[in-house]
């Protein structure tokens, strides 16, 4: 059996309780860096590692400060404070002998427990991926390969004054969701701005946050490998826009809500 | 003339470009510790007052790692990674000779450009605040007389199916719009959880995110002192729910969007 590529891109080497090496992945590739939902997700990757994590994670803040190189990185994740139900994690990324770090962030993890539960944001009622076709995004960078992404409501570059879209995800090979492919899920969306451009324009996430509601009891409910993904955009303004997000398994269970702040150059009326 | 209570909140003393000191506000006081608004807008204002500081404030994540005691408090604010025009920030709370931070949180300054703008996300048409009375809450905790708060769509109280709320706030007394009222205001929102059940439970929030939709240039524009907001929640879910909001001018300018994870406790059915 071999591993999937994803599971290679998160293996890492623990150099100490806090200290973890890793090395950038060639199927995960952006234009020039590293695509963000790995990184985000070999963070997770990080603290799920640690002898000390309480519980499952709850939320995570990840800001991207400076380029990621091709080749070794070193992560440090650490807890900073523990609780009876919550624990407090601060995060970077650093690379070579670099004295600030690419990559800072933070993470909450919880120990859920029985509470009176209810979703209030329900999937829509929506075509099935095998009625959909495979979008064949005209940007060829090489972490698009590893993500079968099926627009439900509209072709994500037909343009307008709308930047909404939904669709499918699935990792490629298909894969079981967990955590971090969740967390790369959350950065899989076609930018905003393509969307209301029709077309590419250069862009690169500055922040990025995601709230995760599932714990580990509700991903052993989780049916299929497909995230069901709805984003949008709330404003365009002076060179950066945001992207919110809800993200759904195949049979309903709302696991994540995201939100980025997105960089971008358009001198377009 | 008199200092606004808010101002008198926010006031700090430098002990060095990264070290700030402050003290609790009485008048912003929450149950058992501050509210949460005004830490943040805390952390902000040592921002703003860096000598270092690029730009207006982007993005931020204040996590409430642990409890903040009546009295002074330490700031540390760090201008981690600084690019042409974004600027990375880690920071702190911590009080006494505590080793472990009250509140953790990284934030992103910008500078905005030229560039094609839109907001998707506009302003509802809605009743002006003359015309709706002000909230009385049966919470009777001192931060909450230091808001004007106007609800436009529905007693937030009357409990149902649906968590979403709209308001206008304003500061008592009236106070002009700025960076730091902006992120406090983003706190003041009625808890979810008490517009589902009709009343109050416990609750605290763990980590709380704005992104900003204006920079300085567009808070010239603001009109009034109210700012309107819309939140909901998408999911409660053992123990930890979330909550969504927008905050616009009254004049209609996009100010901010944000989102925050809580704890709770219900053992209700």
Redesign the interface.
């Known amino acids: 059996m071999t591993t999937h590529p994803f599971d290679q891109a998160l293996a890492l080497e623990a150099e100490s309780d806090d200290l973890y090496r890793g090395t950038t992945s060639e199927h995960y590739w952006n234009m020039i860096s590293p695509f963000g939902g790995t990184t985000v997700a070999t963070l997770l990757q990080a603290i799920l590692s640690h002898p000390r994590r309480l519980g499952d994670p709850?939320?995570m803040?990840v800001?991207f400060?400076?380029p990621l190189q091709k080749g070794t990185f070193r992560i440090r994740v650490h807890p900073?404070?523990t609780?009876r139900?919550?624990q407090?994690w601060?995060m970077d990324i650093r690379q070579g002998e670099d004295a600030?770090?690419a990559i800072?962030?933070?993470a909450?993890f919880?120990v859920?427990?029985?509470?009176?539960?209810?979703?209030?944001?329900t999937m829509p009622d929506v075509a099935a991926p095998e009625e959909r076709a495979r979008y064949a995004s005209p940007a060829n960078v090489p972490f698009l390969q590893m993500y079968d992404v099926r627009y439900v409501d509209r072709d994500p570059l037909s343009g307008g004054?709308?930047?909404d879209t939904q669709c499918w995800i699935s990792d490629v090979p298909p894969r079981a969701l967990d955590f971090p492919s969740i967390a790369a899920h959350c950065d899989t969306f076609i930018p905003r701005l393509f969307v209301?451009?029709g077309g590419p324009t250069p862009i690169s996430t500055?922040?990025l946050?995601i709230?995760f509601?599932?714990?580990s009891a509700?991903l052993r409910k989780v049916e299929g490998h497909h995230t069901f993904a709805m984003a949008?955009?709330?404003?365009?303004?002076?060179?950066?826009y945001?992207q919110?997000g809800?993200v759904w398994s195949r049979n309903g269970i709302?696991l994540a809500?995201t939100?980025q702040?997105v960089?971008?150059?358009?001198?377009?009326?």
Chains 1, 2 share one sequence.
Do not use: C, I
């Open positions: 709850l939320a803040t800001n400060a400076g900073v404070r609780g139900s919550t407090h601060q600030e770090p800072t962030g933070t909450v919880a859920r427990r029985d509470a009176w539960s209810d979703t209030e944001s004054r709308e930047s209301r451009k500055v922040t946050t709230n509601h599932a714990d509700a949008k955009a709330n404003a365009f303004n002076g060179g950066y945001d919110e809800k709302l809500t939100h702040m960089w971008y150059r358009d001198q377009s009326l």
